[in-house]
């Protein structure tokens, strides 16, 4: 499957973003969806993760309260819906899709077969 991954953007403190993942093959309902990001000279760490059923989700401490993952079936895409954006979620977002995840796997990233390309996001101070 490949992964396809827009939305980001330069935008100001408190300010908000949508991103997108789009899929590139038919989804089964257990695959689970997850966004990651990186930030330069730093690991790539996990932000949220949902069952593509949407029974399941999982947030990073970090972002909880301020970002929703979401997908639209019919569409085929996930989205994450990021509000009172910081500084400090300035990264690189890739989407992944990890086949059959446990909700204690959703934030590995070894889980994760398939990546998209990276899109930047930058929040001034």
């Known amino acids: 499957v490949q992964l396809q991954a827009s939305g980001g953007g330069l935008v100001q403190t408190g300010g908000s973003l949508k991103l997108s993942c789009a899929i590139s093959?038919?989804?089964?309902?257990?695959?689970?969806m997850g966004w990651f990001r990186q930030a330069p000279g730093k690991e790539r760490e996990f932000v949220a993760a949902t069952k593509w059923n949407g029974a399941t989700t999982r947030y990073a401490d970090s972002v909880k309260g301020r970002f929703t993952i979401s997908r639209d079936n019919a569409k085929n895409t996930v989205y994450l819906h990021m509000n009172s954006l910081k500084p400090e979620d300035t990264s690189v977002y890739y989407c992944a899709a990890g086949p059959r995840l446990i909700f204690s796997s959703f934030a590995d990233i070894r889980k994760y077969d398939s990546w998209g390309q990276g899109t930047q996001v930058t929040v001034s101070s």
């Open positions: 093959a038919r989804t089964s309902s257990d695959t689970v």
